[in-house]
Nanobody, 123 residues
Framework: QVQLVESGGGLVQAGGSLRLSCVAS????????MGWYRQAPGKAREKVAG???????NYADPVKGRFTISRDNAKNTVYLQMNSLKPEDTAVYYC?????????????????WGQGTQVTVSS
């Protein structure tokens, strides 16, 4: 099993910054894409940013220029630096990882979610 544990959420005023971290642990061959998603009350979960094992990144339009995703492959960790936060960024933020696992002589893909961390931006 693979576990993803997020940290770094909290309460911040508009214009402030937070840095989220997500550490992956457990039985896995390698990690492909890692990403951050968020879900605000009454809304569907949406992708915020993603990063490949090679460091290629993509961002949702609402966060471009304000958020930066990065990863440390040696530590199986992905980060989300969030600057110039707005009240509309308030949500539970979830880490996601697409991993390769080895079992029974074969390698296969699997996908995991963290438990989420609350980010609240006050106006």
């Amino acid at each position: 099993q693979v576990q993803l544990v997020e940290s770094g959420g909290g309460l911040v005023q508009a214009g402030g910054s937070l840095r989220l971290s997500c550490v992956a642990s457990g039985s896995m061959f390698s990690i492909n894409t890692m990403g951050w998603y968020r879900q605000a009350p009454g809304k569907a979960r949406e992708k915020v940013a993603g990063i490949t094992s090679g460091g290629n990144t993509n961002y949702a339009d609402p966060v471009k220029g304000r958020f930066t995703i990065s990863r440390d492959n040696a530590k199986n960790t992905v980060y989300l630096q969030m600057n110039s936060l707005k009240p509309e960024d308030t949500a539970v933020y979830y880490c996601n990882a697409d991993v390769l696992k080895y079992s029974g002589g074969r390698i296969y893909r699997d996908n995991y979610w963290g438990q989420g961390t609350q980010v609240t931006v006050s106006s």
